[in-house]
């Protein structure tokens, strides 16, 4: 048991890094926080996606070229230009490889405020030893919990999910990219592929509702029909109460 609660633990403190500070804060600056707040997100994120590390940076630029091309051509991340779910992953990893590593120069209206922290940049932006370590650390824990320790409801079967501790971040925005312009119902004409996918998006914190948020890039809660619901919304208004951030009445990101 206590490995499939390790599992939901780093499934959904990674899918909240990467829904509230890669994508509603750095590629869409729908609120503002000081620069404490702003490096302890930095470090949140990169603890809780671990291997799998996506960098505000890069990140930011992927998911703003998403929106101005969204199913086109250029779009970054469409399933509809890719053969499956794979070789669209594929495709994502080398582009933003190529502008995390200079290879490739995004429009300037895709680099307009993101966050940056230059020394932590540095050492883990683009950086395959601390994957490596993460890797071995995950593995440790399995080995503890199942091999040596032999806790009450592991099997050796459970070590198949490791895989999906190493590849976190991408698996996350594979679902959201793949499903959310394949499967379920639309709201608006985005002039897109953007889907709802309502009955999935209990895995993915609001982030399932793309055809919303593709009409709506800027709105802080994705959701916007009476039945449907943003699970990270109550999160960003709680952290907004406590003035930890402060929601922008007009987001400066695209």
Not at 87 to 112: D, H, I, P, S, V
């Amino acid at each position: 048991m206590i490995i499939i609660v390790i599992f939901i633990l780093h499934w959904y403190f990674s899918l909240f890094s990467q829904t509230f500070f890669l994508h509603r804060y750095a590629a869409h600056k729908m609120f503002t926080m000081n620069k404490f707040w702003e490096r302890f997100f930095y470090l949140f994120t990169y603890i809780t996606q671990g291997s799998s590390y996506l960098s505000p940076r890069g990140y930011a630029i992927l998911h703003r070229m998403h929106h101005a091309y969204s199913d086109t051509e250029k779009d970054p991340h469409s399933p509809h230009h890719s053969k499956n779910i794979l070789e669209m992953m594929w495709k994502t990893k080398n582009e933003y490889n190529a502008y995390l590593r200079g290879e490739a120069r995004a429009e300037e209206r895709f680099l307009k405020d993101i966050p940056a922290w230059k020394a932590f940049d540095r050492l883990f932006e683009d950086n395959n030893t601390p994957r490596f370590i993460w890797g071995l650390i995950y593995i440790a824990v399995y080995v503890l919990c199942i091999s040596v320790w032999e806790l009450p409801g592991t099997h050796w079967t459970m070590y198949l999910l490791l895989p999906f501790h190493f590849l976190m971040g991408p698996i996350h925005g594979a679902i959201v990219n793949w499903g959310g312009h394949k499967i379920g119902y639309t709201n608006f004409d985005n002039n897109d592929k953007s889907k709802n996918s309502l009955a999935l998006d209990f895995l993915m914190m609001g982030e399932l509702f793309q055809n919303n948020h593709h009409k709506l890039p800027n709105k802080v809660n994705f959701a916007t029909k009476w039945f449907e619901f943003d699970p990270t919304y109550p999160i960003v208004k709680t952290l907004s109460f406590f003035k930890v951030i402060r929601i922008n009445a007009v987001p400066t990101g695209l």
